[in-house]
């Protein structure tokens, strides 16, 4: 399978949807690093109205804002496919944790950039290395975001124990701890790297790649198939179960106590019952979300890739459960 980032090309597209959904390559994968480059652009454009006689002239200042870049979804023409729940999501995929029944799917071998994802991947690895969760790693210049230029709140020399890192980077998605977690590991960033790839080819994800453990490259994709898979494995391991769905988190950072909470607000939703879940987000990969999740007395995961809104993948998420109920009242009439 292609990922859409082979589709790429700086001159022009060349985009074919097969009639199962897969994108057929169109351009050599190393087309899209032209698509990383996304840091927001903004440019202050001074004008001055003409002035009445008599009147002095006043300068306005106008604001001009590049819109946000195009998701991979979007420029590969996944959002024209529609479904019968009308998800904003172009890529989703509904299954049946423990008998792999397949309830819902919208183009789920797309391959498409998964953000922090990403990290579902780095937590689990970092487990299975069996390192000591109370050993303190510090944050370094070499976590710093160079790929987006994303802040992070937590300061180069921060001090902080394996365990705390990694809850940070599955409840809050905090970039630079997870690529401590990964910069940490024996044999360092690469050997990292190379783990995440080989754990996924055992989880036969064999649509997935990796480059680095925080998400913020488009480069790191993967299908709606796998990441159900990796969701699975996930979900195994009551650690990321916990990390990953916990409301907030008080963490002592030197003299200070600084509170984190989750990026998924389904997490304190009562009507929710969430045993894992993970959001991502970067312009080329759009709103993403998994989840497992139980409803209508059965254990469920969820995909969403590529949702175009802020609120859009949790609107998704709502339709679904929504959708699950009615299909379970009906058959049990």
Not at 19 to 30: C, E, F, I, K, M
Not at 115 to 126: G, H, N, Y
Not at 241 to 257: C, K, P, W
Request: charged share 20%; net charge positive; aromatic share 4%.
């Amino acid at each position: 399978m292609k990922s859409i980032a082979a589709l790429f090309s700086t001159a022009a597209l060349g985009l074919t949807l097969s009639l199962s959904g897969a994108l057929l390559p169109a351009q050599s994968a190393h087309a899209a690093k032209a698509s990383e480059a996304q840091k927001p652009a903004r440019s202050a454009v001074k004008s001055q109205r003409k002035a009445k006689p008599g009147v002095k002239a006043r300068r306005v200042s106008v604001v001009d804002v590049a819109p946000a870049k195009p998701s991979f979804g979007q420029l590969a023409g996944l959002h024209a496919d529609q479904d019968e729940l009308a998800l904003k999501s172009s890529v989703a995929l509904v299954l049946d944790q423990d008998t792999n029944e397949v309830l819902f799917s919208k183009n789920p071998q797309a391959v498409l950039p998964i953000a922090s994802i990403t990290k579902l991947m780095t937590a689990l690895v970092v487990v299975e290395a069996q390192q000591s969760m109370s050993e303190m790693l510090s944050i370094t210049n070499d976590d710093v975001d160079t790929e987006k230029g994303t802040g992070s709140r937590l300061a180069i020399g921060t001090e902080l124990s394996r365990q705390e890192l990694m809850h940070l980077a599955l409840m809050s998605s905090e970039n630079r701890a997870a690529n401590a977690l990964g910069r940490n590991y024996p044999g360092g960033l690469a050997a990292f790297v190379t783990a995440m790839n080989a754990k996924a080819q055992s989880l036969g994800m064999k649509d997935t790649q990796y480059v680095e453990p925080t998400g913020l490259s488009s480069r790191n994709q993967s299908s709606a198939h796998d990441l159900a898979v990796l969701v699975k494995a996930a979900h195994e391991v009551p650690v990321l179960r916990e990390f990953s769905t916990s409301a907030e988190h008080l963490v002592a950072v030197g003299r200070r106590n600084m509170q984190f909470r989750t990026t998924n607000g389904l997490v304190r939703n009562p009507s929710w019952d969430i045993g894992l879940q993970k959001t991502g987000f970067i312009n080329e990969a759009g709103r993403c979300l998994v989840m497992q999740a139980q409803m209508a007395g059965r254990k469920l995961i969820m995909v969403f890739l590529d949702s175009t809104g802020k609120y859009s993948r949790v609107g998704d998420a709502e339709r679904v459960r929504k959708w699950v109920m009615q299909n379970a009242v009906k058959v049990s009439e």
